[in-house]
C-alpha cells in the first residue's frame, strides 16, 4: 500500500472529553457542547469563530452536519459527518489532520458523539441496508463472533484453556483497575479476578466482565498546522502517522482465515509505523490505547500490532507486561472495559488520554516519561474490519 502520511505537519493544540456513562439528563447536544467547550477553554488564543471547519464522527446520534452546527450554532462553515463503523471517531479525526496538512483550512475540529443508552437496548444500534438476508453479521451476535478467537488461539498455539482464560481475566482486571483511576470512565471500580471468572456468560467463554459496555459521550480534537502550534499552546502533541485500511470481509467464508489475528490490524499498523518511523514498537511505543472491545481481543491485537510475538502474548499479558508499571502501558485510562463505546466518541478518547499522558495531566495513572502513543480502533467482527492505528507524539521530529 502506498502512503506518504503526513508526519509532523499537522498538531493537536486542544481536546475536550465528557466523562463517558449513562447521561439519562443529557443530551447528545449537550455532550457536544460540553466536549467543544473544554477544548476551547484550553486554548484561550482561539474562540470557536476562529475554527475553519469541522469533521464530526457519529454512527447513529445524528445525521448530517446539522447535528453539530445546531447546538454550536455555527454560521455557514463547513461540517462533514463521517461514519466507519467503531473507528468513526478515528476517521473524523484523521480527515480533520488531512484537511489541514493540505493546505485547504488553518484550524479545524475533529469532534465524535454517541448516544447510545437511550435506545434502551443493551448493545449498538445498526441500520443494516436492505438485503436478502444472508450477511454473516446477520446471524451471529458481536460476542459470539468475537468469542471464537479464544478457542482458535488455542489451538493454534497450544495454549491450555486454562492459561488462556486467566489471560483474559487479566486484561479486563488491568482495564478495570486503570479506569478506577480515571474520572472520566463509567466503570471506577477495582474488578476482583475472582468475580470476573464467576460472573455469566454471554457468548463462548466470554462473560459480563470480558464484553466492554454501553455508554454515552463525546470528544474533540483542536488541529492546526505544526508551525503554528506554539501560538495556542506550550505543549502540542504531533501527528506522526494515520492510517486506516478496509478489509475484504471475506474471513466468514475464507477457509485460510483462523481467527486467530485480524489481517485489517497488522495492514494499518504496519502502514502507520512506516509513516512515523518506527521500526521496533516493542521499544518506541511509550503507551497504546487499543480497541478491547472483548479481553481475547486485546491478547490477538498485542500480536498484530507488533508488541508480543505470535503465540507469546498471553504469556506477556500475564508477567504484567502490558500494565501501568509494565514494558509498554495498554488502556492506561481503563480502555472499552473502563469506558463502554460510545461509537462516535471512542477514538478521540484515546487520542485524548495521549494528550494527557504527554501533558503530565493524567494524574494517578500518569507514566514518568511518555515519548510516542499508539491508539488503535476496529470496526465490525473477525474476518471482515476496518481498522485504525495512530501514532502521536510530545515533540515534532
Known sequence: MSSNGIRDRVAVVGMGCTPFGEHWDRSADDLLLDATRECLAATPALAAEDVDAY????????????????????????????????????????????????GAYDRVMAVGVEKLKDSGFSGLLRSDPPGDGTAPELSLTAPAAFSLLDPAY?????????????????????????????????????VSKEKIERAPLVAGRLGVFDCSGVSDGAACALIVRAEDALRYTDRPMYVKGLSLVAGPARGAMDPGYDYTTF????????????????????????????????????????EDLGFAERGQAWKDVLDGAFQLDGRLPVNPDGGLKSFGHPVG??????????????????GERQLADPRLGLTHNLGGRPGGCVSFVSVVGPEPG
Open 55 to 102: 469533521w464530526l464522527g457519529t454512527l447513529g446520534s445524528g445525521q448530517s452536519g446539522m447535528t453539530l452546527s445546531r447546538p454550536l450554532s455555527l454560521d455557514y462553515k463547513p461540517v462533514t459527518r463521517v461514519e466507519n463503523y467503531c473507528a468513526t471517531g478515528s476517521e473524523a479525526f484523521r480527515n480533520a489532520c488531512y484537511a489541514v496538512a493540505s
Open 345 to 362: 466518541a471512542s477514538g478521540l478518547r484515546m487520542l485524548y488520554e495521549c494528550w494527557l499522558q504527554f501533558r503530565g495531566e493524567a
Open 263 to 302: 489481517p485489517e490490524v497488522v495492514h494499518a499498523a504496519a502502514d502507520a509505523y512506516r509513516q512515523a518511523g518506527i521500526s521496533d514498537p516493542r521499544s518506541q511505543i511509550s503507551l497504546a490505547e487499543v480497541h478491547d472491545c472483548f479481553t481475547p481481543t486485546e491478547v490477538v491485537l498485542m
Open 154 to 190: 488455542c489451538d493454534r498455539y497450544g495454549v491450555d484453556p486454562a492459561a488462556m482464560r486467566e489471560a483474559m481475566t487479566h486484561v479486563a482486571w488491568k482495564n478495570h483497575a486503570n479506569g478506577a483511576l480515571n474520572p472520566k470512565a463509567q466503570f471506577r471500580s477495582v
